[in-house]
C-alpha cells in the first residue's frame, strides 16, 4: 500500500490565489482527516469525513476553507482566497472508523501564501 | 469533551539519560497513541495502547497506560540523538469517533 498520498508536497502562492490541496486515503480507509500544523498553534485538526461525508467541521477557520470528498479515494482542500497566515503544513490523514489503530497520516503539503 | 495535555512540552536532555513524558486525558478513553514527527517530516506511528496497564517497548522507548489515572507516559532509557523529535500522544474520544492530540513533547537529545 502506497500509503495516504498528497500533493502538492510544496505550494507557494501568492495572497488572494486559489489554492487546492489534494489528498488520497489508504483504500479501505472509510474516514479522512485534515490537519493544519503551525509553530504557533500546534496541531489543529480542520474537518473530517466518514464514509464521505462531513462530520466535524468546526475546526475549518474561514468561510475562505472548504472541503469536499466527492468519493472514498480522494479528497480536496481548498483556500480561496489565500492570505499570509494561511501558510503552515497541511496533513491529511485516513483510518477505518472502529479499528483499534489511529491514523496514517500523509507527508503534508507545505503551503506558503507570499 | 475529551482534552489531552502533554508535558513537559520541551525537553532536553543528554545522551544516556533516562526520562519520562506524560500525557493526561480528561474523560474515558479506550485507546491511546503515541506518534513521532521528525522536523519537516510527517507523524510516524509508535504505539497503540488499548487496555490497563497494556505497555509497549520498541528500542529505547516504552509506552504504559493506567486508564484509572486517565494516564499515558512515554519512557526513554539511554537516550540517543536518533531519538530528537516531537512526540504527540493521541487519546480516543469515542463520542465524536476522534483521536484528540496532545500539544506534543519536543524532544532534543544533545551529544
Known amino acids: 500500500d502506497a500509503g495516504v498520498i498528497q500533493s502538492p508536497r510544496h505550494e507557494v502562492t501568492e495572497m488572494g490565489q486559489e489554492v487546492t490541496l489534494r489528498c488520497k486515503p489508504i483504500?479501505?480507509?472509510?474516514?479522512l482527516f485534515w490537519y493544519r500544523q503551525t509553530m504557533m498553534r500546534g496541531l489543529e485538526l480542520l474537518i473530517y469525513?466518514?464514509?464521505?461525508?462531513?462530520?466535524?467541521d468546526s475546526g475549518m477557520p474561514e468561510d475562505r476553507f472548504s472541503a469536499k470528498m466527492p468519493n472514498a479515494s480522494f479528497s480536496t482542500l481548498k483556500i480561496q482566497p489565500s492570505e499570509p497566515r494561511d501558510s503552515a503544513v497541511y496533513f491529511c490523514a485516513s483510518s477505518f472508523t472502529g479499528a483499534s489503530y489511529g491514523y496514517t497520516f500523509g507527508s503534508g503539503t507545505r503551503l506558503t501564501v507570499v | 469533551e475529551l482534552k489531552v495535555e502533554q508535558n513537559p512540552l520541551f525537553l532536553s536532555m543528554q545522551e544516556g539519560k533516562n526520562y519520562t513524558i506524560y500525557c493526561n486525558y480528561s474523560t474515558t478513553s479506550d485507546r491511546l497513541y503515541w506518534y513521532r514527527q521528525d522536523p519537516g517530516k510527517s507523524l510516524e506511528s509508535l504505539f497503540v495502547?488499548?487496555?490497563?496497564?497494556a505497555v509497549k517497548q520498541e528500542g529505547r522507548l516504552m509506552a504504559s497506560l493506567d486508564t484509572k489515572a486517565r494516564l499515558s507516559t512515554l519512557h526513554i532509557t539511554a537516550a540517543v540523538h536518533d531519538l530528537s523529535a516531537t512526540y504527540f500522544c493521541?487519546?480516543?474520544?469515542?463520542?465524536?469517533?476522534?483521536?484528540?492530540f496532545g500539544t506534543g513533547t519536543r524532544l532534543k537529545v544533545l551529544a
Open positions: 493521541a487519546a480516543f474520544d469515542s463520542g465524536t469517533y476522534k483521536y484528540i
Open positions: 495502547l488499548l487496555s490497563n496497564g
Open positions: 483504500s479501505g480507509h472509510n474516514s
Open positions: 469525513f466518514n464514509n464521505n461525508v462531513p462530520i466535524d
